[in-house]
């Protein structure tokens, strides 16, 4: 005896509001111009971290995103 395949349910997508979304949009956009600060800005006048221990750390990032450093 045959038995009849029931479709599978499609579970529902709940839209997501931008009050969820909000404070993690801010946190990433935080978090990523920090990182662009550290790759491209941290030496010379603007330095917040006495010595070279950062530029040396970002130093390859800095050429492979097209910041002049030397």
């Known amino acids: 005896m045959a038995h009849p395949i029931a479709p599978a349910a ?3 997508i ?10 993690w949009a801010v946190f990433f956009g ?3 111009l920090t990182l ?4 491209g800005a941290e ?7 006495s ?8 130093h390859d990032g800095r050429h492979l995103l097209g910041f ?3």
């Open 43 to 49: 030496q010379g006048a603007t330095s917040l971290l």
């Open 14 to 23: 709940t839209p997501l509001s931008i009050k969820a979304i909000a404070p």
């Open 30 to 32: 935080i978090l990523l």
């Open 36 to 39: 662009l600060y550290f790759v």
């Open 68 to 70: 002049p450093c030397h």
């Open 10 to 12: 499609t579970p529902a």
């Open 51 to 58: 010595g070279e221990s950062v530029h040396e750390w970002v």
